[in-house]
């Protein structure tokens, strides 16, 4: 199992930005795929970005594109999800995700078996 820190969330303001981490425990993170994920107020969760073992691949759901990039640093464990331009609909609980299966990009929650506790990210208009 591994375990998942998420930090970096906060309030910001339309048009703003943030940066969100995610600490990973485990000696063999730089084969995980990662992901995040987002749960809106009243809403499912839903696939943002994300990225293969080594960094070389990503993939972002259409609405992020161009203001959402999502990397990793394989020598501190920990994977980022750079926002910018944000807007009110991006207000969600975010989730880092890793999956020990796969090694490539994945979007589906079920192809994540360990998950963070969740960061808020509220955007006010």
């Known amino acids: 199992q591994v375990q998942l820190v998420e930090s970096g969330g906060g309030l910001v303001q339309a048009g703003g930005s943030l940066r969100l981490s995610c600490a990973a425990s485990g000696r063999t993170f730089s084969s995980y795929a990662m992901g995040w994920f987002r749960q809106p107020p009243g809403k499912e969760r839903e696939f943002v970005a994300a990225?293969?073992?080594?960094?070389?691949?990503?993939y972002y759901v259409d609405s992020v594109k161009g203001r959402f990039t999502i990397s990793r640093d394989n020598a501190k464990n920990t994977v980022y999800l750079q926002m910018n331009s944000l807007k009110p609909e991006d207000t969600a609980v975010y989730y880092c995700?890793?999956?020990?299966?796969?090694?490539?990009?994945?979007?589906?929650?079920?192809?994540?078996?360990?998950w963070g506790q969740g960061t808020q990210v509220t955007v006010s208009s």
């Open positions: 995700a890793a999956s020990t299966v796969y090694t490539r990009v994945v979007v589906s929650t079920s192809q994540y078996n360990s």
């Open positions: 990225i293969s073992w080594s960094g070389g691949s990503t």
